[in-house]
Protein backbone atom coordinates (compact mmCIF):
# COMPACT_ATOMS: atom_id res chain seq x y z
CA UNK A 1 0.00 0.00 0.00
CA UNK A 2 1.20 3.14 -1.10
CA UNK A 3 0.11 6.62 1.05
CA UNK A 4 2.29 8.38 -0.76
CA UNK A 5 0.02 9.09 -3.72
CA UNK A 6 -2.04 11.43 -3.59
CA UNK A 7 -5.54 11.58 -5.55
CA UNK A 8 -4.98 14.33 -7.87
CA UNK A 9 -1.50 12.81 -9.26
CA UNK A 10 -3.22 9.76 -9.55
CA UNK A 11 -5.56 11.19 -11.91
CA UNK A 12 -3.31 13.09 -13.98
CA UNK A 13 -1.29 9.74 -14.17
CA UNK A 14 -3.62 7.81 -15.27
CA UNK A 15 -5.44 10.46 -17.71
CA UNK A 16 -4.84 8.88 -20.62
CA UNK A 17 -7.46 6.39 -20.29
CA UNK A 18 -9.46 9.13 -19.96
CA UNK A 19 -10.71 8.56 -23.99
CA UNK A 20 -10.38 12.15 -25.84
CA UNK A 21 -10.49 14.00 -22.64
CA UNK A 22 -6.88 14.85 -20.60
CA UNK A 23 -7.54 17.34 -18.28
CA UNK A 24 -11.38 17.57 -18.33
CA UNK A 25 -11.44 14.15 -15.67
CA UNK A 26 -9.00 16.28 -13.00
CA UNK A 27 -10.66 18.99 -13.73
CA UNK A 28 -14.17 17.41 -12.74
CA UNK A 29 -12.87 15.58 -10.24
CA UNK A 30 -11.40 18.59 -8.36
CA UNK A 31 -14.37 19.74 -8.45
CA UNK A 32 -16.36 16.74 -6.66
CA UNK A 33 -13.23 16.48 -3.92
CA UNK A 34 -13.11 19.69 -2.85
CA UNK A 35 -17.45 19.86 -2.33
CA UNK A 36 -15.87 16.65 -0.29
CA UNK A 37 -13.77 18.00 1.76
CA UNK A 38 -16.35 20.56 2.47
CA UNK A 39 -19.27 17.94 3.15
CA UNK A 40 -16.83 16.37 4.87
CA UNK A 41 -16.28 19.10 7.45
CA UNK A 42 -19.54 19.64 8.59
CA UNK A 43 -20.60 15.85 8.66
CA UNK A 44 -17.61 15.90 11.12
CA UNK A 45 -19.81 18.74 13.32
CA UNK A 46 -22.61 17.04 13.42
CA UNK A 47 -24.15 16.77 16.72
CA UNK A 48 -21.99 20.41 17.51
CA UNK A 49 -24.12 22.99 15.10
CA UNK A 50 -27.40 22.71 13.89
CA UNK A 51 -26.77 20.81 10.81
CA UNK A 52 -28.45 17.57 11.61
CA UNK A 53 -32.65 16.85 11.59
CA UNK A 54 -34.92 17.47 8.55
CA UNK A 55 -35.87 20.32 7.02
CA UNK A 56 -39.53 19.89 7.18
CA UNK A 57 -40.22 19.15 3.17
CA UNK A 58 -39.87 16.33 0.85
CA UNK A 59 -38.42 16.01 -1.98
CA UNK A 60 -39.86 14.76 -5.26
CA UNK A 61 -39.68 11.03 -4.28
CA UNK A 62 -41.92 11.90 -1.28
CA UNK A 63 -38.75 11.62 1.02
CA UNK A 64 -38.08 13.94 4.34
CA UNK A 65 -35.23 15.61 3.36
CA UNK A 66 -32.68 16.10 6.08
CA UNK A 67 -30.45 19.72 6.40
CA UNK A 68 -27.60 17.93 5.38
CA UNK A 69 -28.68 16.34 2.24
CA UNK A 70 -29.84 20.24 0.81
CA UNK A 71 -26.58 21.59 1.94
CA UNK A 72 -23.83 18.54 -0.20
CA UNK A 73 -26.77 19.25 -2.59
CA UNK A 74 -25.68 22.47 -2.81
CA UNK A 75 -21.75 22.26 -2.34
CA UNK A 76 -22.04 19.68 -5.29
CA UNK A 77 -23.85 21.54 -7.44
CA UNK A 78 -21.47 24.89 -7.17
CA UNK A 79 -18.32 23.09 -7.32
CA UNK A 80 -19.03 21.55 -10.51
CA UNK A 81 -20.95 24.36 -11.98
CA UNK A 82 -17.74 26.60 -11.17
CA UNK A 83 -15.63 25.06 -13.62
CA UNK A 84 -16.26 24.23 -17.02
CA UNK A 85 -16.51 21.12 -17.37
CA UNK A 86 -20.40 19.75 -16.90
CA UNK A 87 -23.15 21.42 -18.08
CA UNK A 88 -25.99 20.47 -16.05
CA UNK A 89 -26.80 18.29 -12.88
CA UNK A 90 -29.48 15.70 -11.77
CA UNK A 91 -29.83 14.90 -8.42
CA UNK A 92 -31.61 13.16 -6.16
CA UNK A 93 -33.28 15.98 -4.31
CA UNK A 94 -33.92 18.27 -7.71
CA UNK A 95 -37.00 17.74 -9.00
CA UNK A 96 -36.00 18.63 -12.29
CA UNK A 97 -31.88 18.29 -14.19
CA UNK A 98 -30.39 21.58 -13.45
CA UNK A 99 -28.84 23.02 -16.43
CA UNK A 100 -25.75 25.43 -15.69
CA UNK A 101 -25.02 28.66 -16.97
CA UNK A 102 -24.26 28.31 -20.67
CA UNK A 103 -22.18 31.45 -21.05
CA UNK A 104 -20.07 30.23 -18.15
CA UNK A 105 -20.17 26.42 -19.17
CA UNK A 106 -19.53 27.24 -22.64
CA UNK A 107 -17.15 24.10 -23.35
CA UNK A 108 -18.44 22.00 -21.01
CA UNK A 109 -18.90 18.27 -22.25
CA UNK A 110 -20.41 16.21 -19.57
CA UNK A 111 -23.34 15.87 -17.27
CA UNK A 112 -23.44 14.93 -13.70
CA UNK A 113 -26.30 13.01 -11.74
CA UNK A 114 -25.57 12.33 -7.83
CA UNK A 115 -27.17 10.99 -4.73
CA UNK A 116 -25.82 14.18 -2.54
CA UNK A 117 -26.16 12.43 0.68
CA UNK A 118 -26.93 8.39 0.61
CA UNK A 119 -27.85 7.44 3.72
CA UNK A 120 -29.06 10.65 5.24
CA UNK A 121 -31.56 8.93 7.81
CA UNK A 122 -28.13 7.96 9.31
CA UNK A 123 -26.96 11.61 10.19
CA UNK A 124 -28.35 12.15 13.34
CA UNK A 125 -26.79 8.80 15.20
CA UNK A 126 -23.33 9.44 13.77
CA UNK A 127 -23.33 6.02 11.41
CA UNK A 128 -21.59 6.37 7.92
CA UNK A 129 -22.90 7.93 4.77
CA UNK A 130 -21.72 8.61 1.59
CA UNK A 131 -21.94 10.72 -1.59
CA UNK A 132 -22.86 8.61 -4.95
CA UNK A 133 -21.73 10.16 -8.50
CA UNK A 134 -21.89 9.27 -11.86
CA UNK A 135 -20.57 10.78 -15.56
CA UNK A 136 -21.53 11.02 -19.07
CA UNK A 137 -21.06 12.81 -21.77
CA UNK A 138 -23.57 14.73 -23.51
CA UNK A 139 -25.20 13.70 -26.57
CA UNK A 140 -26.58 16.95 -27.22
CA UNK A 141 -24.05 19.85 -28.88
CA UNK A 142 -21.23 21.52 -26.73
CA UNK A 143 -22.64 25.29 -25.82
CA UNK A 144 -26.40 24.79 -25.86
CA UNK A 145 -28.25 23.19 -22.65
CA UNK A 146 -28.32 20.11 -21.93
CA UNK A 147 -31.54 17.94 -22.31
CA UNK A 148 -33.32 14.85 -20.83
CA UNK A 149 -31.40 12.64 -23.53
CA UNK A 150 -27.81 13.65 -21.93
CA UNK A 151 -29.09 12.28 -18.33
CA UNK A 152 -31.47 9.27 -19.62
CA UNK A 153 -28.39 7.29 -20.81
CA UNK A 154 -27.81 3.85 -20.09
CA UNK A 155 -25.23 3.03 -17.29
CA UNK A 156 -22.80 1.50 -19.48
CA UNK A 157 -22.24 4.54 -21.15
CA UNK A 158 -20.80 5.95 -17.74
CA UNK A 159 -17.12 7.59 -18.15
CA UNK A 160 -16.67 7.66 -14.33
CA UNK A 161 -18.36 6.78 -11.41
CA UNK A 162 -17.62 6.91 -8.13
CA UNK A 163 -18.76 7.38 -3.93
CA UNK A 164 -17.27 9.68 -1.06
CA UNK A 165 -17.76 6.94 2.46
CA UNK A 166 -18.08 9.72 5.43
CA UNK A 167 -16.95 6.80 7.99
CA UNK A 168 -14.76 5.71 10.50
CA UNK A 169 -12.27 7.21 7.99
CA UNK A 170 -13.38 9.40 4.92
CA UNK A 171 -12.67 7.93 1.42
CA UNK A 172 -13.33 8.57 -2.29
CA UNK A 173 -13.57 5.91 -4.57
CA UNK A 174 -13.62 6.28 -8.09
CA UNK A 175 -13.45 3.99 -11.55
CA UNK A 176 -13.19 5.27 -15.07
CA UNK A 177 -13.28 1.79 -16.55
CA UNK A 178 -10.17 1.04 -15.51
CA UNK A 179 -10.26 -0.23 -12.28
CA UNK A 180 -11.62 0.71 -8.65
CA UNK A 181 -9.16 2.95 -7.16
CA UNK A 182 -9.85 3.58 -3.61
CA UNK A 183 -8.23 7.06 -1.53
CA UNK A 184 -8.51 7.89 2.19
CA UNK A 185 -8.52 11.04 3.50
CA UNK A 186 -5.87 12.79 5.58
CA UNK A 187 -7.82 15.65 7.48
CA UNK A 188 -4.21 16.95 8.75
CA UNK A 189 -2.83 17.51 5.32
CA UNK A 190 -6.37 17.78 3.65
CA UNK A 191 -5.33 15.35 0.94
CA UNK A 192 -6.93 12.26 -0.56
CA UNK A 193 -3.98 9.21 -0.45
CA UNK A 194 -4.07 6.14 -2.79
CA UNK A 195 -4.48 3.55 0.26
CA UNK A 196 -6.40 0.96 -2.43
CA UNK A 197 -5.44 0.23 -5.98
CA UNK A 198 -7.09 -1.93 -8.09
CA UNK A 199 -9.76 -3.17 -5.59
CA UNK A 200 -11.50 -6.73 -6.55
CA UNK A 201 -14.17 -7.95 -4.80
CA UNK A 202 -13.94 -11.85 -3.98
CA UNK A 203 -15.89 -14.01 -6.10
CA UNK A 204 -17.99 -15.47 -3.36
CA UNK A 205 -18.41 -13.86 0.02
CA UNK A 206 -20.39 -14.94 3.30
CA UNK A 207 -22.03 -11.57 3.89
CA UNK A 208 -25.68 -10.96 3.04
CA UNK A 209 -27.19 -7.34 3.20
CA UNK A 210 -30.82 -6.94 3.02
CA UNK A 211 -33.84 -5.35 5.14
CA UNK A 212 -35.16 -8.09 6.53
CA UNK A 213 -37.90 -6.27 7.90
CA UNK A 214 -39.68 -6.34 4.71
CA UNK A 215 -39.05 -9.84 4.13
CA UNK A 216 -42.87 -10.96 4.28
CA UNK A 217 -43.29 -8.89 1.06
CA UNK A 218 -40.36 -9.96 -0.80
CA UNK A 219 -40.64 -12.38 -4.15
CA UNK A 220 -40.56 -15.95 -3.20
CA UNK A 221 -37.09 -16.57 -4.72
CA UNK A 222 -35.62 -13.45 -2.79
CA UNK A 223 -36.99 -15.50 0.55
CA UNK A 224 -35.65 -18.83 -0.87
CA UNK A 225 -32.55 -17.27 -1.27
CA UNK A 226 -32.46 -15.53 2.47
CA UNK A 227 -32.96 -18.95 3.44
CA UNK A 228 -29.84 -20.52 1.20
CA UNK A 229 -27.82 -18.28 3.26
CA UNK A 230 -29.20 -19.11 6.32
CA UNK A 231 -29.39 -22.78 6.29
CA UNK A 232 -28.17 -24.32 2.82
CA UNK A 233 -25.17 -22.83 1.76
CA UNK A 234 -21.66 -25.15 1.61
CA UNK A 235 -20.73 -26.47 5.25
CA UNK A 236 -17.57 -24.68 5.08
CA UNK A 237 -19.32 -21.40 4.56
CA UNK A 238 -22.10 -21.64 7.03
CA UNK A 239 -23.64 -19.73 8.37
CA UNK A 240 -23.71 -16.81 6.19
CA UNK A 241 -23.73 -13.37 8.04
CA UNK A 242 -25.86 -10.88 7.70
CA UNK A 243 -24.70 -7.01 7.78
CA UNK A 244 -27.16 -3.94 7.28
CA UNK A 245 -26.34 -0.42 8.22
CA UNK A 246 -28.78 1.28 6.05
CA UNK A 247 -26.49 3.62 4.20
CA UNK A 248 -25.62 2.04 0.67
CA UNK A 249 -22.75 3.39 0.17
CA UNK A 250 -21.45 1.96 3.31
CA UNK A 251 -22.75 -1.61 2.64
CA UNK A 252 -21.54 -1.69 -0.70
CA UNK A 253 -17.82 -0.80 0.95
CA UNK A 254 -18.08 -3.24 3.30
CA UNK A 255 -19.26 -5.87 0.75
CA UNK A 256 -16.69 -4.53 -1.70
CA UNK A 257 -13.74 -5.10 0.52
CA UNK A 258 -15.27 -8.33 2.36
CA UNK A 259 -17.45 -10.39 -0.59
CA UNK A 260 -20.90 -10.20 -0.07
CA UNK A 261 -24.02 -9.42 -1.66
CA UNK A 262 -26.29 -6.38 -1.38
CA UNK A 263 -30.38 -6.67 -2.44
CA UNK A 264 -33.18 -3.91 -2.55
CA UNK A 265 -35.51 -6.45 -4.19
CA UNK A 266 -39.22 -5.45 -5.07
CA UNK A 267 -41.81 -5.48 -2.63
CA UNK A 268 -45.36 -5.89 -2.54
CA UNK A 269 -46.06 -2.17 -2.16
CA UNK A 270 -42.55 -1.08 -3.94
CA UNK A 271 -42.57 -3.45 -7.32
CA UNK A 272 -39.75 -1.50 -8.13
CA UNK A 273 -37.38 -1.32 -4.94
CA UNK A 274 -36.58 1.62 -3.10
CA UNK A 275 -32.89 2.46 -4.89
CA UNK A 276 -32.82 5.06 -7.38
CA UNK A 277 -31.40 3.86 -10.82
CA UNK A 278 -29.53 7.02 -12.10
CA UNK A 279 -27.88 7.95 -8.71
CA UNK A 280 -27.38 4.90 -6.97
CA UNK A 281 -27.51 1.30 -9.05
CA UNK A 282 -25.32 2.76 -12.28
CA UNK A 283 -22.80 4.40 -10.73
CA UNK A 284 -22.46 1.46 -8.13
CA UNK A 285 -22.96 -1.26 -10.85
CA UNK A 286 -20.48 0.41 -12.63
CA UNK A 287 -17.81 0.44 -9.74
CA UNK A 288 -19.06 -3.41 -9.11
CA UNK A 289 -18.39 -4.50 -12.15
CA UNK A 290 -15.16 -2.80 -12.53
CA UNK A 291 -14.22 -4.81 -9.41
CA UNK A 292 -14.93 -8.42 -10.64
CA UNK A 293 -18.25 -8.01 -9.34
CA UNK A 294 -21.70 -8.21 -10.86
CA UNK A 295 -25.23 -5.92 -10.51
CA UNK A 296 -28.39 -7.03 -11.54
CA UNK A 297 -32.25 -5.90 -11.31
CA UNK A 298 -32.77 -9.84 -10.85
CA UNK A 299 -32.75 -11.02 -13.88
CA UNK A 300 -31.00 -8.19 -16.24
CA UNK A 301 -27.66 -6.04 -16.19
CA UNK A 302 -28.42 -2.61 -14.26
CA UNK A 303 -25.93 -1.04 -17.27
CA UNK A 304 -28.14 -2.15 -19.76
CA UNK A 305 -30.98 -1.16 -18.33
CA UNK A 306 -32.14 2.04 -20.72
CA UNK A 307 -33.79 5.05 -18.75
CA UNK A 308 -37.32 6.43 -19.39
CA UNK A 309 -37.20 8.88 -16.27
CA UNK A 310 -34.64 10.96 -13.69
CA UNK A 311 -35.79 9.63 -10.75
CA UNK A 312 -36.71 5.93 -11.45
CA UNK A 313 -36.77 3.26 -9.44
CA UNK A 314 -35.29 -0.47 -9.68
CA UNK A 315 -34.68 -3.43 -7.78
CA UNK A 316 -30.80 -4.04 -7.19
CA UNK A 317 -29.21 -7.01 -6.27
CA UNK A 318 -25.42 -6.17 -6.57
CA UNK A 319 -22.21 -8.53 -5.03
CA UNK A 320 -19.82 -11.17 -5.27
CA UNK A 321 -20.33 -12.36 -8.83
CA UNK A 322 -20.84 -16.56 -7.60
CA UNK A 323 -23.92 -14.70 -4.85
CA UNK A 324 -25.42 -12.59 -7.71
CA UNK A 325 -25.84 -15.45 -10.18
CA UNK A 326 -27.08 -17.54 -7.54
CA UNK A 327 -30.00 -14.96 -6.69
CA UNK A 328 -31.19 -14.85 -10.36
CA UNK A 329 -31.15 -18.69 -10.24
CA UNK A 330 -33.61 -18.75 -6.95
CA UNK A 331 -35.54 -15.26 -9.23
CA UNK A 332 -35.56 -18.32 -12.40
CA UNK A 333 -36.57 -20.76 -10.33
CA UNK A 334 -39.68 -18.83 -8.39
CA UNK A 335 -41.03 -16.37 -10.71
CA UNK A 336 -43.64 -13.83 -9.54
P1 LIG B 1 -30.99 8.13 0.64
O1 LIG B 1 -30.57 8.48 2.04
O2 LIG B 1 -30.11 8.72 -0.40
O3 LIG B 1 -32.46 8.39 0.39
O4 LIG B 1 -30.76 6.57 0.41
C1 LIG B 1 -31.23 5.63 1.36
C2 LIG B 1 -31.23 4.29 0.71
C3 LIG B 1 -29.92 3.55 0.80
O5 LIG B 1 -28.81 4.27 1.18
C4 LIG B 1 -30.18 2.48 1.81
O6 LIG B 1 -29.48 1.33 1.49
C5 LIG B 1 -31.65 2.29 1.75
O7 LIG B 1 -32.19 3.51 1.37
C6 LIG B 1 -32.22 1.89 3.07
O8 LIG B 1 -33.58 1.74 2.93
P2 LIG B 1 -34.45 0.99 4.04
O9 LIG B 1 -34.43 1.89 5.24
O10 LIG B 1 -35.80 0.86 3.40
O11 LIG B 1 -33.80 -0.34 4.31
MN1 LIG C 1 -29.26 7.10 -1.48
MN1 LIG D 1 -29.70 10.78 -0.74
Redesign the pocket.
Known amino acids: MSTMRTLGEFVVENQHHFPHASGELSSLLGSIKLAAKIVNREINKAGLVDITGAVGAENI ?1 G ?1 EQQKL ?1 LYANDKFKAALEARDQVCGVAS ?1 EEDEAVAFNKDLNKNAKYVVLM ?1 P ?6 IDVNVS ?2 TIFSIYRRVSPIGSAPTQEDFLQPGHKQVAAGYIIYGSSTMLVYTTGNGVHGFTYDPSLGVFCLSHESMMIPKLGTIYSI ?1 E ?2 YIRFPTGIKKYIKYCQENVPEEHRPYTSR ?6 A ?1 FHRNLLKGGI ?1 L ?1 PSTESHPNG ?3 LL ?2 CNPIAFLMEQAGGKASDGKNRILDLKPTELHQRVPFVVGSPAMVDKVESFLEQYPE
Open positions: QEDEDLDGSSNVGNGNYIGSLVDYYKLRYE
